[in-house]
């Protein structure tokens, strides 16, 4: 199953070092049941993007949790066998769990912002909370930080990419 988890800098760093992204269970997205019933979509890779777009919210709320990331929102998708995988529609749309830690080498691509996105994230990251909790000018900024398309990285870039960060 193709899944998508949201990541910070510091996840990124930790998976360029250590080859796995973990510890297991890892929460991520991925086009579940839920996520068909709410999109009222056929097509797959739509779908695709709907879950990634998820994970990119929930960037969001891992980027408030650690001050030292970058305020860049990231999306690692991988694939990950279906035994492994636990679909949490009771969660969210398109949550799931992950059950393993996940091998560098599962991983598909890297989602990320670019730099002219981060004082528009940043903002986002401070009013997260509050968007969730059905604020209205919290949800413009959040909405403001989803107007950036992410960027796509083949994961022999991630040195690259975390290199820009610098």
Do not use: K, N
Request: glycine share 6%; proline share 4%.
């Amino acid at each position: 199953m193709r899944v998508y988890l949201p990541a910070t800098s510091t996840v990124l760093a930790d998976l360029a070092g250590s080859g796995v992204l973990g510890p297991a269970p890892l929460t991520g997205f991925a086009v579940t049941p839920g996520l068909r019933e709410y999109y009222l979509d056929d097509d797959i890779e739509e779908l695709e993007y709907a879950a990634a777009a998820e994970a990119a919210r929930a960037a969001l709320r891992l980027i408030a949790a650690d001050p030292a990331a970058a305020r860049r929102r990231f999306v690692v998708s991988a694939d990950v066998a279906d035994g492994s995988v636990v679909v949490r529609d009771d969660l969210d749309r398109g949550v799931v769990r992950i059950a393993v830690e996940i091998p560098l080498a599962w991983c598909a691509s890297i989602h990320a912002d670019d730099a002219d996105a981060e004082s528009t994230v940043a903002v986002a990251v401070e009013q997260i909370d509050a968007a969730d909790l059905g604020d209205p000018s919290a949800e413009e900024a959040v909405d403001d930080a989803e107007g950036f398309e992410l960027s796509w990285y083949a994961t022999q870039e991630l040195a690259d990419l975390l290199a820009q960060l610098r």
